[in-house]
């Protein structure tokens, strides 16, 4: 992993330097911060967590939110995204590039609007605590934001994603003296940085226990398509691409659809979901994926013939959702495997030699909430002030760079995004409020569905910008 240099490091701490802080600490907001939209999975679970007892601090559940006092800041980092690409890129010092100049527009207390074609900023509270929402970004990332957070005033806490989720991933299966395989789904950074495995088979040291065998996928395209970048999904399109789609195809050579598992896929073909290049009989000779739910499937068969070529005495009966993007899909992941653990050829149920009956998903999020509030109680940094509305913020490019290059959907192209450099000292994004262009309908109506709390703070923070949905009654908090 390359170092971020000394120059980027000193620019960054200057800047930080000269934000003061106006208010006490403990009435700030929280931060988190993601790659995209998938970390308001995470602070869904913040939002609607009732662990403790918010009087006593006892892991009792009393029947309110245990950050009901507390209001909170949300950025997602669309323009850089995905960060699964950059270790592949050879790039993760530019990775971590931008996951400190999140740190550091958290922590700073102005955001951008664009008027009349110019950038203006204006004010907004700076952080008292960061959740890094990103399973990457915690991977790559952390050390490098804690030693900067050591730096500014204040003592900032920071809370990651990968030991919670590891660790309620052992103690699921302690808790229902359920040895197995422990699979960790994720994007190809989050595989490779092998930061889930080392951090399982730690944890399992210290409980006494043998650690399981693990088993990683990288799910190239899930979180993008989820997103909906370019480069892995349009729903517009009605033929196959011939440039810029990087996802799994017949003829791709990285991400290859392997034709003889094509009944064991199921792909949706409804709709543009599964894009063909039919010959003149009408059959498939190339296909891409253009469906969040294909590339569930696409991926999770790949876990299992893996699993088959190198089998092992323990069946899969857990999965760590290890990108904040997929519990999104999490309805869509338990079909697919009931699915697979059910597919049978000529007799044979394939799958069940490597796959339980049951499969636990693993969501890091409630653990991240769980640990983000223990922080803030032994910090005291609980508010005690008035409330304010949560506010959200997304990364859009910064088009006045000359050099600047967008894709068709207006977004940073693959080959700029990832052709940059750190060190260069430029400011290549800006952080501006949620909108109606930045953010799509659908993605808009993805929230309401799935994560109605979050939606409804969304549509309280922009007034009527948005359609309102019905009041979020008796919510469902998590305990």
């Known amino acids: ?65 245990d950050f009901e006092k507390e209001y ?52 907004k509270p700076n952080v008292k605590m960061i959740v890094v929402a990103c399973n990457t970004a915690t991977a790559y990332a952390l050390p490098q934001i804690k030693a900067y957070l050591q730096k500014r005033p204040g003592d900032i806490p920071c809370i990651g994603v990968i030991d919670a989720g590891a660790k309620a991933a052992l103690q699921w299966q302690q808790k229902n003296n359920q040895p197995g395989a422990i699979a960790v789904f994720a994007t190809a950074g989050t595989v490779a940085s092998d930061g889930y495995p080392k951090t399982i088979r730690g944890f399992a040291a210290q409980m006494g226990i ?17 997103d909906r970048d370019w480069a892995y999904f349009v729903d517009t399109l009605n033929t196959l691409r011939t440039t810029g789609y990087k996802g799994p195809a017949v003829s791709s050579k990285e991400l290859p659809i392997d034709t003889s598992l094509f009944s064991i896929y199921n792909f949706n ?42 089998p092992s005495s323990q069946k899969m009966n857990t999965l760590i959702l290890g990108c904040t993007h997929y519990p999104f899909m999490k309805d869509t992941i338990r079909v697919v495997l009931n699915e697979l653990y059910q597919y049978a050829a000529n007799g044979e149920y394939r799958y069940r030699s490597v796959l339980a009956p049951y499969v636990e998903l693993i969501d890091p999020a409630v653990e991240t909430a769980k640990e983000a509030w223990l922080a803030l109680r032994r910090q005291h940094l609980q508010n005690q002030s008035k409330k304010r509305a949560t506010s ?31 060190g260069a000292n430029k400011t290549y994004v ?24 979050v939606y409804d703070a969304i549509v309280n923070n922009f007034g009527q910008a948005l359609p309102r949905p019905k009041p979020v009654k008796n919510i469902q908090l998590v305990n």
């Open 72 to 123: 909170f800041q949300y950025l997602a980092d669309q323009a850089n995204m995905p960060y699964g690409n950059y270790a592949a890129e050879n790039k993760t010092d530019l990775l971590q590039e931008h996951i400190l100049k999140n740190v550091d527009f958290l922590t700073g207390t102005y955001y951008s609007l664009q008027k009349n074609n110019q950038w203006k900023t204006n004010n």
């Open 392 to 422: 959200f913020y997304i990364s859009v490019p910064n088009t006045t760079l000359p050099e600047v290059q967008l894709q068709a959907d207006g977004w940073f192209s693959y080959q700029y995004k990832y052709g940059r450099m750190a």
């Open 210 to 226: 043998a650690a399981p065998a693990i088993i990683s996928q990288g799910g190239v395209g899930l979180a993008e398509s989820i």
């Open 1 to 65: 992993m390359k170092k971020l240099t000394s120059f980027c490091i000193a620019t960054l701490l200057v800047c930080a330097l000269q934000a003061q802080q106006k208010q006490p600490a403990n009435n700030q907001p929280i931060g988190v911060f993601d790659s995209g939209t998938g970390g308001l999975t995470v602070l869904n679970a913040l939002l609607t967590l009732d662990y403790f007892n918010n009087t006593t601090g006892e892991p009792l559940p009393d029947g309110k939110s």
């Open 269 to 310: 073909r409804s709709g543009n979901k599964l894009l063909c290049e039919y010959d003149d009989k009408g059959a498939c000779l190339d296909m891409q994926l253009n469906d969040p739910g294909n590339y569930v499937r696409y991926h999770l068969v790949g876990l299992l013939e893996k699993m088959l070529r190198h």
């Open 430 to 453: 800006k952080m501006v409020p949620f909108d109606n262009n930045n953010i799509s309908a659908a993605t808009y109506q993805r929230f309401k569905q799935t994560i109605p709390v």
